[in-house]
């Protein structure tokens, strides 16, 4: 072999052992491995950090803060405590640094704020779901509770009951409560034992209230069963008259309206949370359909009256009853009129009569003679007022989607029109 073939040989050689591999560069961030300007974790949750490089690096920094909290090429954030962390990673070599800052914003969970549509679902065939919307009105996801659990959540949907972080989804023909988070709707328990046609649900002084029918068939079975908040452990059940539907909270007191169950009835009892005792009944309209407790902290009680197709017929009424003395102070009657979904906010209080809703402050002394808006709704199932806007869900025919119409009530103006799922029954505000 001559010189000059040993040349090229090794010049070849050098050539083959000098890749892309080998020449460093100074580091640059090629991918940063996430999406966005920043990133979002539900409290518990985490994410591995591993940006993508153009070249070797000897030395990784990644700090918390002004912590350094680990030295390798990737890093685990794990969300513990909620807040806003910024995370830098600095990365090294012989030719340079480059350095990249992750923002981490760590939540209560996905669904935190906005509002909750539980829609009740189509009677013993099929599920109830809920669904819910961004406080903008522009974000909807729909089934939220089967998507973070990947079951449906049961049979009827009655009511919601927010409390602290959880929600108690309370399933009427399911017998049943389902206890979820109320940020991420990940399940976290289920009563299912001493409840019979369950309700409405309410919370007073660490222990949870949930107005049960009883056995349809029986007028004397009605009852408030009593948990334990926190344990969900059963604590005992208050013997209450026929029809025991949505309750209210003043102070120590709760109020419970009793519609009737399949019959009718016009007492609102009294119950002293602090013995458990039914300590009176109010006598009120017939067939007291709604309650709702005004600025001043006092309770209004809406009656729809006992329908014409009984042969028994009354009409609807409304009443205020003084908190402080549970005695009925004003009474306004509705002549011709079947009248439901009370709802207040603040001091204005709102009632529908079929699809027109009518508002009036908490100070008159005349019910409105004036429709103040006219919904769209062909089967208005639900009213809910705050903030300014009126929440109003539409059951069309009853067995598909409903729609949920959003008003500003002040100047009376749609400001969204939402399909929901099947009897929309209610709104809350997850705040």
């Given at each position: 072999?001559?010189?000059?073939?040993?040349?090229?040989?090794?010049?070849?050689?050098?050539f083959?052992?000098?890749?892309?591999?080998?020449?460093?560069?100074?580091?640059?961030?090629?991918?940063?491995?996430?999406?966005g300007?920043?990133?979002?974790?539900?409290i518990?949750?985490?994410?591995?950090?591993?940006?993508?490089?153009?070249?070797?690096?000897?030395?990784?920094?990644?700090?918390?803060?002004?912590?350094?909290?680990?030295?390798?090429?990737?890093?685990?954030?794990?969300?513990?405590?909620?807040?806003?962390?910024?995370?830098?990673?600095?990365?090294?070599?012989?030719?340079?640094?480059?350095?990249?800052?992750?923002?981490?914003?760590?939540?209560?969970?996905?669904?935190?704020?906005?509002?909750?549509?539980?829609?009740?679902?189509?009677?013993?065939?099929?599920?109830?779901?809920?669904?819910?919307?961004?406080?903008?009105?522009s974000?909807?996801?729909?089934?939220?509770?089967?998507?973070?659990?990947?079951?449906?959540?049961?049979?009827?949907?009655?009511?919601?009951?927010?409390?602290?972080?959880?929600?108690?989804?309370?399933?009427?023909?399911?017998?049943?409560?389902?206890?979820?988070?109320?940020?991420?709707?990940?399940?976290?328990?289920?009563?299912?034992?001493?409840?019979?046609?369950?309700?409405?649900?309410?919370?007073?002084?660490?222990?949870?209230?949930?107005?049960?029918?009883?056995?349809?068939?029986?007028?004397?079975?009605?009852?408030?069963?009593?948990?334990?908040?926190?344990?969900?452990?059963?604590?005992?059940?208050?013997?209450?008259?026929l029809?025991?539907?949505?309750m209210?909270?003043?102070?120590?007191?709760?109020y419970?309206?009793?519609?009737?169950?399949?019959?009718?009835?016009?007492?609102?009892?009294?119950?002293?949370?602090?013995?458990n005792?039914?300590?009176s009944?109010?006598?009120?309209?017939?067939?007291?359909?709604?309650?709702?407790?005004?600025?001043?902290?006092?309770?209004?009680?809406?009656?729809?009256?006992?329908?014409?197709?009984?042969?028994?017929?009354?009409?609807?009424?409304?009443?205020?009853?003084?908190?402080?003395?549970?005695?009925?102070?004003?009474?306004?009657?509705m002549?011709?009129?079947?009248?439901?979904?009370?709802?207040?906010?603040?001091?204005?209080?709102?009632?529908?009569?079929?699809?027109?809703?009518?508002?009036?402050?908490?100070?008159?002394?005349?019910?409105?003679?004036?429709?103040?808006?006219?919904?769209?709704?062909?089967?208005?199932?639900?009213?809910?007022?705050?903030?300014?806007?009126?929440?109003?869900?539409?059951?069309?025919?009853?067995?598909?989607?409903?729609?949920?119409?959003?008003?500003?009530?002040?100047?009376?103006?749609?400001?969204?029109?939402?399909?929901?799922?099947?009897?929309?029954?209610?709104?809350?505000?997850?705040?």
């Amino acid at each position: 072999m001559n010189i000059k073939t040993i040349l090229i040989a090794c010049i070849t050689c050098v050539f083959l052992s000098c890749t892309d591999d080998d020449v460093i560069l100074v580091p640059q961030i090629q991918s940063t491995g996430v999406e966005g300007d920043f990133i979002e974790l539900t409290i518990g949750e985490s994410i591995t950090l591993s940006p993508v490089l153009n070249t070797k690096v000897v030395s990784y920094s990644w700090l918390v803060g002004e912590v350094e909290v680990a030295t390798g090429a990737t890093y685990l954030f794990e969300s513990s405590n909620l807040g806003t962390y910024k995370v830098l990673m600095n990365a090294s070599n012989s030719m340079g640094e480059v350095s990249y800052e992750y923002i981490i914003k760590v939540i209560k969970g996905k669904y935190l704020g906005g509002i909750i549509v539980t829609n009740e679902g189509p009677f013993q065939n099929g599920s109830a779901s809920v669904m819910h919307l961004s406080d903008d009105l522009s974000v909807v996801t729909d089934a939220i509770y089967k998507k973070e659990n990947g079951l449906d959540v049961g049979n009827i949907l009655q009511s919601l009951l927010l409390h602290g972080d959880q929600a108690f989804l309370v399933l009427n023909n399911s017998q049943k409560i389902e206890v979820v988070n109320r940020y991420t709707f990940i399940n976290e328990n289920t009563i299912s034992e001493h409840l019979i046609n369950p309700r409405y649900a309410a919370v007073i002084n660490d222990k949870l209230y949930v107005s049960n029918w009883g056995d349809t068939g029986v007028d004397t079975d009605d009852y408030i069963a009593v948990f334990d908040v926190e344990t969900l452990d059963y604590e005992m059940s208050i013997s209450v008259v026929l029809g025991p539907e949505n309750m209210e909270v003043i102070g120590n007191t709760l109020y419970v309206a009793h519609q009737g169950a399949y019959g009718y009835n016009n007492k609102i009892s009294v119950i002293n949370t602090l013995t458990n005792t039914v300590a009176s009944e109010i006598t009120v309209g017939d067939v007291p359909n709604s309650m709702a407790v005004d600025s001043e902290g006092d309770l209004w009680v809406l009656c729809g009256g006992i329908p014409s197709w009984t042969g028994n017929e009354t009409f609807g009424s409304l009443h205020k009853i003084n908190a402080a003395t549970n005695v009925v102070s004003t009474t306004f009657n509705m002549e011709n009129a079947h009248p439901g979904y009370l709802t207040i906010d603040g001091g204005t209080i709102f009632y529908a009569k079929g699809a027109n809703v009518y508002m009036m402050m908490n100070t008159a002394t005349e019910l409105p003679t004036n429709v103040h808006i006219e919904t769209e709704a062909a089967s208005l199932y639900s009213l809910t007022a705050n903030s300014g806007h009126l929440f109003a869900t539409d059951a069309k025919d009853y067995a598909s989607k409903g729609t949920l119409f959003v008003y500003d009530y002040l100047t009376k103006e749609t400001v969204s029109t939402i399909t929901t799922g099947i009897l929309p029954n209610g709104v809350y505000f997850n705040n």
